[in-house]
């Protein structure tokens, strides 16, 4: 099946409506997903990407019945993720000899995947062009790390059509291919759960590719992504979508997840909630048990919220695990300006809020103290949860309360020493190591720190190196990215 999609370009990808894992286990989909593949037809005939490798001796098929594939004349790979090459060795099985034009970084993963040195590569780099014919050229935009160092994007001049690959798409399903044929709320809601649980880590990667590609003033009458709709129906609504997310995007949120083992961090949670409403009613709270709900869910609403609160139980004098497995992720994520909190029930040691709150601050959220509940909350303890929600909706409120709390206990709230020193000893560390003459530079992708009194011998960087010294081909030893993508780590309200 094709469908086309504007003068002599069509779709020849694939629909998978079954798919509900990505990336192992660790993305659901809830939507289904597409492969997109597209099919230029100029005086030269071009494929862009390939569909999912489970899908090869489809899409052949379905190539074969559209056209004689020994017609293509180039294959471009704007990206070597098998959800997109995977068709790659089905295909050049039948026509070896067909120039493959990817960046430099995706001759290593196509040929990582699929084990042929041999096949005919030609490497492009921002602003190289394809002459097609007709008067059309394609324009090649390298992306790296949207979504893998080899990202790239597919620009046809005279259709004025971007093949975007992973960029502004989303696992989504439909049969009608086009933005404005969708249900809205649906796509949308797809939309910021791929870019929150996928891209979030590279926010500012997203915001420079994006003002370097409208520095070229070109027009964009089409974004053809590689999941998921063709946006044809205003495309800089998504343009627009992920400046917006990638500026540290927060809404006027509060989520809240917890694991509980006995109900009794549940019941602090509930509380916690209600205290928080009883000062903000403006305020969304969103409530999750991490064992029992959509992990991509909750960390879409991490995205969207100003301020998160975890809590767990103590279970051996940790975290429950799955809470840790989230703090992880969230990690992975890199969040950036957004607050946090811990909290949880214990019976003999609490050591899982003060790891929650340790964790939280590693991973660069501002923290407020922790909150610990010895047992099972009773009617005080329960009203001291509803007072420390209260205190956290006024801390992160995000305009002027007119609300005064309901309630008002003359007992002072139960916030843990222990917490508090672990916040404050995170502080003290932050200060003395990046103060306002500190010369660090950080990776705003991985943050790895390049400290000058370090240098980075691997490099040839020799200990006592300033910044500007470095050279241009430095790579950060942890993603691999240059120099451009570092910033001055100092904290300037460091005393
Ligand atoms: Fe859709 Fe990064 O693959």
């Known amino acids: 099946m094709t469908i086309h999609v504007k003068n002599n370009i069509h779709w020849v990808g694939q629909r998978d409506w079954e798919v509900q894992d990505f990336h192992g286990t660790e993305y659901k989909i809830t939507k289904g997903t597409s492969y997109n593949s597209y099919l230029i037809r100029e005086e030269k005939t071009v494929l862009i990407d390939t569909v999912d490798h489970r899908f090869s001796h489809q899409f052949i098929q379905n190539l074969e019945m559209e056209i004689d594939l020994n017609s293509i004349d180039y294959i471009v790979i704007n990206h070597a993720e098998e959800d997109h090459s995977g068709a790659l060795s089905d295909l050049m099985a039948r026509i070896p000899n067909t120039p493959i034009y990817c960046t430099e970084a995706a001759i290593d993963s196509i040929v990582g995947h699929h084990h042929h040195p041999e096949w005919n590569f030609k490497t492009v780099k921002t602003g190289d062009s394809l002459d097609i014919g007709n008067g059309k050229q394609l324009v090649f935009v390298e992306a790296p790390m949207l979504h893998w160092p ?64 409208l520095s070229f003033n070109l027009p964009v009458d089409m974004i053809a992504t ?54 903000d009613p403006g305020v969304a709270v969103k409530v999750f048990n991490v064992s029992r709900h959509d992990k991509n869910e909750i960390l879409a609403n991490v995205f969207r919220s100003k301020g998160v609160l975890v809590g767990s139980s103590t279970m051996n004098n940790v975290m429950m695990p799955k809470v840790a497995g989230m703090l992880e992720e969230i990690t992975g994520l890199r969040f950036k300006e957004k607050k946090a909190g811990a909290f949880g029930s214990y019976g003999w040691n609490g050591g899982a809020v003060d790891r929650i709150h340790s964790r939280l601050t590693d991973a660069g959220f501002q923290m407020v103290e922790g909150l610990k509940a010895k047992w099972k909350p009773d009617g005080n303890a329960l009203k001291l949860c509803r007072e420390h929600g209260q205190r956290i909706a006024k801390l992160w409120a995000l305009g002027e309360l007119n609300v005064e709390p309901m309630l ?13 020193e672990v916040e404050v000893a995170a502080t003290v560390k932050v200060k003395q190591e990046h103060g306002p003459d500190c010369q660090c530079m950080i990776c705003t992708v991985c943050n790895w720190v390049y400290d000058p009194q370090v240098g980075e011998p691997n490099q040839g960087v020799e200990v006592g190196t300033p910044w500007a010294e470095v050279p241009d081909y430095f790579l950060c030893p942890e993603c691999n990215l240059g120099k451009d993508v570092f910033v001055p780590h100092r904290k300037e309200d460091a005393a």
């Not at 086009?178 to 949308?188: R, S």
Request: net charge negative.
């Open 150 to 213: 080899d990202s790239m994007m597919t620009y046809l001049t005279g259709d004025a059509v971007l093949f975007s690959n992973d960029a502004f798409g989303q696992h989504y399903c439909d049969e009608r291919l086009f933005n404005d044929e969708v249900d809205q709320a649906e796509l949308m809601d797809q939309c910021l759960r791929y870019y929150s649980n996928i891209l979030t880590p590279f926010s500012s990667l997203v915001t420079a590719k994006i003002h370097e590609v």
């Open 408 to 420: 008002a206990s003359n007992t002072q709230p139960t916030i843990e020493p222990k917490a508090l």
């Open 226 to 279: 590689s999941h998921g709709i063709v946006w044809r129906d205003n495309p800089a609504q998504i343009i627009e979508k992920y400046l917006e997310w990638a500026n540290s995007y927060q809404e006027d949120r509060i989520t809240i997840f917890y694991d509980s083992m006995s109900n009794n961090t549940r019941m602090m949670a509930d509380a916690i909630a209600q205290g928080i409403h009883d000062v």
